[in-house]
Nanobody, 115 residues
Framework: QVQLVESGGGLVQAGGSLRLSCAAS????????VAWFRQAPGKQRELVAR???????NYAVSVKGRFTISRDNAKKTVYLQMNSLEPEDTAVYYC?????????WGKGTLVTVSS
């Protein structure tokens, strides 16, 4: 069983920055790939970024160069540093991992970017 808890969302002006955190439970965190997804109102949930156990990362085209995903295995936490935020980044951001073909999700944290 894995639990994921997101934090760090809020209201920010366009051009600003936020850092999201995803705190995970479970003894196998170090071997887990962890991803951030987001879902804007009326849109499908989409992948934002993923970090693998070895530290390899990948990003959606829309956030590449602005967002950075990282992990701290000692703290069992994954971060999403978001810079140069745009109104189009407004969404609920979810932390995700998949273990044995089962998806685990946090409850999400809301990011609102005002123009």
């Amino acid at each position: 069983q894995v639990q994921l808890v997101e934090s760090g969302g809020g209201l920010v002006q366009a051009g600003g920055s936020l850092r999201l955190s995803c705190a995970a439970s479970g003894s196998i965190f170090n071997s887990m790939a962890v991803a951030w997804f987001r879902q804007a109102p009326g849109k499908q949930r989409e992948l934002v970024a993923r970090v693998y156990s070895g530290g390899i990362t990948n990003y959606a085209v829309s956030v590449k160069g602005r967002f950075t995903i990282s992990r701290d295995n000692a703290k069992k936490t994954v971060y999403l540093q978001m810079n140069s935020l745009e109104p189009e980044d407004t969404a609920v951001y979810y932390c995700n991992t998949k273990i044995a073909a089962m998806d685990y999700w946090g409850k999400g944290t809301l990011v609102t970017v005002s123009s």
